[in-house]
Every structure is written in structure tokens, then in C-alpha cells.
């Protein structure tokens, strides 16, 4: 058993250090030995927020000041930080990156969100990622995603087939459209038959509201965590034998026909 910790946070725009103070408290008051996740997972621009007028001015160098923060949590806590984005001053423009830490701090992978989300300005003001990130938890193939990555259920199936068991989503997935959050959620954990470990904001900005929501997918479709609409640090156990085991009950992969897929075009 894998135990995950799912850190639902209400982002402070534009105040990151507030927003890590939060998050220090939260681990503070959380922690008793017994309970240690194995990693703990955080919203998309859990950090700063969604003020991307101001991304120049907030992002860090390559993400760095994030990663730092999340490093020295990760040895004090001895767990994983996996997903959680924050911006990334980058040679290529700025970027929307979650940081992969693992418990000796170390920064072991990231993902620059591949697919813009056009509502918030992201192909405005940011660059966009161009591969997928794939890294090994605890033995396991695992991958991370941010947010309306979500809707692609092609990129996300491109990980199913690198034989990703675990895939980790964080968003800050706005109340107006919580229901296709937790429909698509729950299909991507059935159709690739693996387990969706998502981290949503909650919490308002202005006008904008978050419903949290975050949920833990097994793969079969049932949800073993529902973080509901609150702020805090949410716990569930997870076994990741059960990928194998419905990847046996119901063959899914070895039924593909690759070769009617092909699509002609873009
Ligand atoms: O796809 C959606 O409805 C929400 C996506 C989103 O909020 C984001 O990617 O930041």
C-alpha cells in the first residue's frame, strides 16, 4: 500500500508567500508519524495563483524558488511532492510546471502543461510544454498532467501505453465546470485502467470559485478519496496491484486495433 496525501489548498493570487506559509501550516498540523503519506500532491499555481498579467514578474528562474520550498518539505517530511505547478522562467518563454520532488529533495522530473487553456490566457502569456513526463514512484511508472490536460484523453492514454499505473493531475478547475471535472476524472481511471490522483484548488478569487473536488480514482472507477469543497490535507491508501488485476479482468490493451485508429490529417 501507497498511502497519498492530497493537499487542497486556497490559493492566495499573487502572494506566494503566503501561499507557502499556508501549506507549512497545514503539513505542521497534519503530521503524526503514523500517518506519513508516501507522497503529497498540490493545485496547479498553487503558489501564485492564476495571475498571469503578472507571470513575468512571479514566475522563478526555471521554477527554482518552488522547487527549493518543496525540497526542504520533502527531506523534513521524508515523503514525494509530485505535481503541484507553479511558473517557470524558461530560454523558451514561460512555462506551467509541476515539480516532481522526490524525499531527498532532489527534483527528479517536471511537466510543462502541454495544452493551453485558452479561458485563462494561457496561449497568451505562456509556452507550452512539449513532452510528457513519466518518472518511477516507489517501483511504480507513474506521469503527471495539469488540469485541461484532462480533456485529452489521447495524451492521456499515450501514458497508459509507456505503462504509467499512477497519474497524478493538478488544477485549478474552476466550480463552473466541476461535474466534467469529476465525469473525466473517473473515465480516464477506467478506460486506461489506472489510478487518477487529482489535487484541485478550492476556494474563490473574485468572481471565480473552485469547488476543490480533488479525488483519488482507483481503476476500476471507484473514487477512495473525495476531498469535498474544504481546504486541508486528505489522506487515502491506494494499491497499485490493482492496475495489473484490471488490466487482466477486462483486456482492454491487448483488444486495441491500432490500425483502424490512424487519423488522417491534423
Ligand atoms: O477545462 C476546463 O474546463 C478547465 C481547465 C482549466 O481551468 C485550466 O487548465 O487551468
Given amino acids: 500500500m501507497l ?13 506566494r508567500k503566503a501561499n507557502f506559509s499556508r501549506v507549512n501550516e497545514l503539513l505542521s498540523r497534519a503530521f503524526v508519524p503514523s500517518k506519513l503519506p508516501t507522497a503529497i ?4 499555481l498553487w503558489d501564485t495563483g492564476y495571475a498571469l498579467e503578472k507571470a513575468q514578474a512571479l514566475a522563478s528562474d526555471e521554477g527554482n524558488e ?22 517557470a522562467k524558461t530560454s523558451a518563454g514561460i512555462k ?7 524525499p531527498r529533495g532532489e527534483l527528479i522530473a517536471y511537466y510543462d502543461k502541454v495544452h493551453r487553456f485558452p479561458l485563462m490566457d494561457e496561449d497568451k502569456y505562456l509556452a507550452p510544454g512539449d513532452r510528457d513526463c513519466i518518472f518511477n514512484w516507489e517501483g511504480f511508472e507513474s506521469g503527471c498532467v495539469i488540469c485541461y490536460d484532462l480533456r485529452f484523453c489521447e495524451w492521456i492514454r499515450c501514458y497508459a501505453l509507456k505503462g504509467v499505473k499512477a497519474l497524478f493531475i493538478s488544477a485549478e478547475w474552476p466550480a463552473a465546470r466541476a461535474k466534467h471535472w469529476d465525469i473525466l476524472l473517473k473515465a480516464r481511471a477506467i478506460e486506461n485502467q489506472m489510478y487518477v490522483i487529482s489535487c484541485n484548488r478550492c476556494g474563490a478569487t473574485g468572481k471565480d470559485t473552485f469547488d476543490g473536488g480533488s479525488l483519488v480514482v ?7 478519496l473525495d476531498a469535498g469543497n474544504l481546504e486541508g490535507l ?26 483502424l485508429y490512424k487519423v488522417l490529417g491534423p
Fill in 3 to 15: 498511502r497519498v496525501g492530497i493537499l487542497q489548498l486556497d490559493v492566495q493570487v499573487g502572494d
Fill in 41 to 44: 500532491v498540490l493545485p496547479e
Fill in 66 to 87: 518552488t522547487a527549493t520550498f518543496l525540497g526542504d518539505l520533502a527531506k523534513k517530511y521524508n515523503t514525494w511532492f509530485i505535481g503541484g505547478s507553479t511558473l
Fill in 96 to 102: 506551467n510546471r509541476a515539480q516532481v520532488i522526490d
Fill in 218 to 224: 482507483d481503476p476500476g472507477g471507484e473514487v477512495l
Fill in 234 to 259: 486528505w489522506f487515502v491508501d491506494i494499491d497499485i496491484s490493482k492496475v495489473d488485476q484490471a488490466r487482466s479482468t477486462v483486456p482492454v490493451f491487448k483488444d486495441r486495433v491500432p490500425h
